[in-house]
């Protein structure tokens, strides 16, 4: 690879981070803010915003994970500044996300009963937004070395060449991110159920090996509490339409993403790795709700491999999507980004397209917006956990 394929034009931030995005985040802290948090974004070119469908109070399993989340958007290097919007200045969640913000983050709270209601909040809150966004205009693009940034993998509705052709490709791109100094995640723990012999054989550490084990199997102890079975009930059926026949082969396609680096840390949900290299993070397997925990992570941009199509995006980090075939290209062109399928194909080797698909990378750090930036796709769920062992 060439000195440039390995440097990208970034946002240097206070933290020694370097962000792909500038944005101005509006973020509500609860559903009933959630509108007006679309509203400021509609009236404020330059910001993003998410839709909040769960109530987040101390009272509910997974309060302290949520918070942590929230503060990883907020405090996240693609973020230039954030207005958070709350029913009430008093939230407990308010106060848990900012008392774990560092000092050099830009932030500012608007609450409807001190705003004197929901108008006079949106009014206070599109003023700071536009105040937000005329200091963004002055942050410019530097370059920096691929060792400043986080990628984050992702695969869904998966198909039998999924394994062949866009994750062997992200793996080999990934492969070049750690060799470079940079760090890719891998998550979906579930999906990960039927091949973690081959991630704990790769692990730096013997106490790291024994991580991935334990963090596999109590998520697969806890989904058998809830009355789901994967080994037994899985593939999904659109799994199952795409090709795939059982848990372990989807499994064994999906490790694919992490390419052959070795594995120097296991992470929880929505934490910063502490190591550059590959990293293993414990998500569930709902796509947005894996994006939104290594978004949290500081993650800055990331790859979504898929067989049957998706329009899942990120607010803050965009998402690059890769088509396992040429024909689901074809067929749903405003939905993907790069096409993995001339692997399929015969035309290109996993190696040429795994090159090819880090150019696409740098390009997206440098600024490229993808398909789901242009069509406004901002999906966001918080995972609470995987329950009490009660």
């Given amino acids: 690879m060439t000195d440039r394929a390995l440097t990208f034009q970034g946002y240097h931030r206070a933290d020694g981070r370097v962000g792909t995005r500038n944005h101005v985040l509006i973020l509500p802290l609860a559903p009933a803010v959630s509108s007006t948090a679309s509203g400021v974004q509609s009236q404020v070119l330059g910001t993003v915003s998410v839709e909040l469908h769960q109530d987040i109070k101390p009272t509910i399993e997974g309060f302290d994970l949520a918070a942590r989340t929230l503060a990883g958007w907020v405090d996240h ?8 919007l709350a029913l009430t200045a008093n939230d407990p969640l308010v106060d848990a996300l900012t008392s774990a913000l560092p000092r050099h983050v830009r932030y500012a709270v608007v609450a409807f009963d001190r705003a004197m209601g929901r108008i006079r909040a949106q009014e206070r809150a599109r003023t700071l937004a536009e105040e937000y966004v005329a200091e963004a205009q002055h942050a410019t693009r530097q370059s920096t070395s691929l060792a400043h940034l986080i990628l984050a993998t992702e695969c869904g509705g998966s198909d039998a060449c999924s394994g062949l052709s866009a994750n062997p490709s992200l793996g080999y791109a990934s492969d070049l991110v750690v060799k470079a100094g940079g760090s890719s995640i891998l998550a979906e723990t579930t999906e990960l159920i039927g091949a973690e012999r081959i991630l704990a054989e790769r692990a730096a550490t013997e106490q790291i090996a024994e991580a991935v084990w334990s963090t596999v199997a109590h ?38 993403k992490g390419g052959t680096s070795p594995v120097v840390e296991v992470i929880d949900y929505a934490v910063r790795p502490r190591q550059r290299g590959l990293v293993v993070m414990d998500t569930p397997g709902h796509d947005v709700m894996q994006f939104v925990g290594m978004a949290a992570s500081g993650s800055q941009v990331a790859v979504f491999t898929t067989g049957r199509g998706t329009p899942t995006g990120a607010a803050i980090i965009p998402v690059i999507k890769v088509s396992t075939r040429t024909a689901l290209k074809q067929q749903l062109p405003d939905l993907i980004d790069f096409d993995a399928g001339a692997i399929i194909d015969g035309y290109l080797t996993v190696e040429q397209v795994g090159r090819a698909l880090l150019r696409k990378i740098v390009s997206v750090a440098n600024g490229e917006p993808v398909v789901a930036e242009r069509y406004g796709h901002r999906e966001f769920g918080i995972f609470q956990g995987w329950g009490s062992e009660s």
Avoid: W
């Fill in 77 to 84: 290097p693609n973020v230039y500044a954030t207005v958070i």
């Fill in 219 to 256: 998520a697969e102890k806890s989904a058998m509490r809830m009355g789901v079975d994967f080994r037994g009930g899985q593939p999904a059926p659109g799994n199952i339409a795409g090709g795939i026949t059982t848990i372990e082969e989807k499994s064994l396609g999906c490790v694919h």
